[in-house]
């Protein structure tokens, strides 16, 4: 959708006639062109949001089945090395090959959501990360392994794109950050769960465990209904009622919404079919820039490799006892996404990105000079401390804003016409990079602990340049806002 052109309806902005007010500014004289009674219709919005809330919850059992894929290789390596007799570089393909699955579940992602509706994704999602933890259980060798994990990583490729957007569309707009934050809390809530039990559970168990989160996901999108705005586009219209009055409550009028929704459907079905082509049209390339470019360096700062192979790094370090800081890493990853949760409807998105990349700079530069010194046996009694302190400092930073606002902001920077095909090359680049940090780490760890850190620290600082010059705020504007600002 071009935003000098269509309105986003999903937002609630109030029109009589639909091709007249497409023609007018958003912006006049400063203001925004809303409705008299916008207020009264935000108010009853609010009103009954039980409906969204346990529409949420059951949407981010996905996120937390993807934090238990992504958390399973940090405490299981030593174990699964030494009973299937893997070496180093088999293992750091298992580990890696999770992104590659997620690569292609990405690509289909955005297709799959539009064909099959949210919900119907989600589903598809859970099948395959239990085919793959079963898998991963019966595996006696690196083949049956890898195969599981590649499962489990289409899986969560599909449910990194349709967890966020079906949050997103359902949820009201002063909620919107702070729900999809809920996204990103339950990924590293569970793969915190699996740094904790994998330090006292077998491998096979916690395999096992994976299989919980989609058994809960199935049933409670029995309860849940499906995305109004996707069902109102695929012209299910007795569906689309019956779905917006769940989520709105049985005594809010939805007349007005779903005439609204209708009416931009209507002249979205107008436009022509999206190709991932059309995302390099001049009207979508800013969007396009803004979300490719918080995906790759939310990856190259590092957070795979490091996350990935945390208990291995700790030991490395000199720490006694990987699980130890391992363990401690799972804490402080959930604590501190609560607070970045907390903050992102309060202090805005770019403020979180920048102090989350510095507080990542600090703590790669930390665990950097830890190792140096271990490499110039200066310090010694020092160098465990300070790479645990660095450690935990990064991912604590990474967890207050890095983790969740890039998700947060790909669900609101793209128009709904191009959101699949758009969400789809998002999601691919996420796990292009992902795939690369998680397969190069013990290589490059192999050939310098300091240099590894140093180069991780090198994009934090990029990052932080990337944020202050391309990304805009989005907080508390409507989708419509936000592309204005953007095209501005």
């Known amino acids: 959708m071009a935003t000098d052109q269509f309105k986003d309806i999903e937002n609630g902005i109030s029109h009589n006639n639909i091709l007249e ?21 935000a108010d009853k919005e609010n009103g009954s949001i039980a409906m969204v809330l346990l529409s949420t919850c059951a949407a981010v059992c996905g996120s937390f089945e993807f934090g238990s894929c992504v958390g399973y290789s940090a405490p299981t390596q030593s174990a699964i090395r ?3 007799n ?34 119907g994704a989600m589903r598809i999602s859970a099948v395959f990360c239990v085919i793959g933890w ?19 990583g289409y899986g969560i490729g599909i449910f990194s794109y349709a967890v966020p957007v079906f949050i997103a569309e359902i949820a009201p707009k002063n909620l919107r950050g702070g729900l999809a934050t809920i996204n990103q809390l339950m990924i590293v809530s569970g793969s915190s769960v699996a ?15 994976g299989i919980l989160p989609c058994i809960v996901l199935f049933v409670g999108l029995f309860f849940t209904p499906e995305s109004p705005r996707w069902l109102a586009n ?5 569906d689309f009622l019956v779905a917006l009055r769940r989520l709105r409550g049985k005594d809010a009028d939805i007349t007005r919404e779903a005439a609204e929704i209708e009416a931009y459907n209507v002249t979205l079905r107008s436009l022509p079919k999206s190709r991932m082509l059309d995302l390099f049209d001049r009207k979508y390339i800013r969007s396009v820039m803004i979300g490719v470019g918080l995906m790759v360096f939310q990856q190259f700062i590092g ?14 370090a000199g720490l006694s006892s990987g699980k130890t800081g391992t363990v401690a890493y799972a804490i402080v990853q959930v604590l501190l996404t609560v607070v970045g949760a907390l903050l992102m409807d309060k202090s805005g998105r770019r403020p979180l990105l920048m102090v989350s990349a510095s507080g990542t700079f600090i703590g790669c530069f930390l665990t950097g000079a830890s190792f140096y010194l271990k490499g110039q046996n200066l310090l010694l009694e020092w160098v465990p401390l300070l790479a645990v302190s660095g450690v935990l400092i990064y991912i604590a930073a990474f967890s207050i804003g890095m983790g969740a606002v890039p998700w947060v902001i790909m669900s609101e920077i793209f128009p709904i016409n191009v959101k699949g095909a758009a969400g789809s090359l998002v999601v691919l680049v996420n796990w292009i990079g992902a795939w690369a940090v998680s397969f190069t780490f013990n290589f490059l760890m192999s050939w310098s602990s300091t240099g590894t850190f140093f180069i991780y620290a090198g994009f934090c600082v990029l990052t932080v340049l990337f944020v202050a010059r391309l990304v805009p705020e989005t907080k508390g504007k409507t989708l419509e806002e936000v592309q204005a600002s953007i095209n501005g």
């Open 21 to 41: 007010d497409l023609e007018k500014p958003f912006i006049q004289n400063g203001k925004m062109v809303v409705s008299e009674d916008s207020s009264s219709e």
């Open 134 to 152: 079963l898998a991963v259980y019966f595996s006696t060798g690196a083949l049956i392994l890898d195969f599981g994990r590649f499962c489990t």
């Open 195 to 209: 740094y904790l039990l994998g330090t006292v559970v077998s491998w096979q168990t916690l395999a096992l465990t």
């Open 234 to 238: 695929v012209g299910r219209e007795k």
């Open 86 to 119: 893997l070496s180093l570089a088999e293992f750091s393909m298992f580990g890696s090959i999770l992104t590659i699955g997620a690569m292609i579940g990405g690509i289909t992602s955005g297709r799959i959501a539009d064909f099959v509706g949210r919900k």
């Open 82 to 84: 030494e009973d299937l």
């Open 303 to 316: 957070i795979n490799g490091i996350s990935f192979y945390a208990s291995e790094t700790f030991a490395e």
